[in-house]
């Protein structure tokens, strides 16, 4: 499995942005998928966004699209979630995940994630 650590999380007020990282290890990465998901209390963990290591398929959940991207920086080893126009509704922790293969957004599909990082929005 790949190793995957997060960074970024924070608190922020409504309409504020926040980037989100993921340094990645342990693989070689260039036929991975890579994918933030999310948790709030109570709630299942959800697909937010997804992106092929080579930057070339993206996929969103419909709540997150037009204010998150999902980018690669393949000389870093890293996953990079750029989140604008936060909304408190977009309060949770959030999980960075790798799978060999094809871009999904289906968390099952997902073998390696890291610990994760709060975001928390303020209204």
């Known amino acids: 499995q790949a190793q995957l650590v997060e960074s970024g999380g924070g608190l922020v007020q409504a309409g504020g942005s926040l980037r989100l990282s993921c340094a990645a290890s342990g693989r070689t990465f260039g036929n991975y998928a890579m994918g933030w998901f999310r948790q709030a209390p109570g709630k299942e963990r959800e697909f937010v966004a997804a992106v092929s290591w080579s930057g070339g398929s993206t996929y969103y959940a419909d709540s997150v699209k037009g204010r998150f991207t999902i980018s690669t920086d393949n000389a870093k080893n890293a996953v990079y979630l750029q989140m604008n126009s936060l909304k408190p509704e977009d309060t949770a922790a959030y999980y960075c995940?790798?799978?060999?293969?094809?871009?999904?957004?289906?968390?099952?599909?997902?073998?390696?994630w890291g610990q994760g990082t709060q975001v928390t929005v303020s209204s």
């Open positions: 995940a790798a799978r060999r293969g094809r871009v999904t957004r289906y968390r099952n599909d997902y073998d390696s």
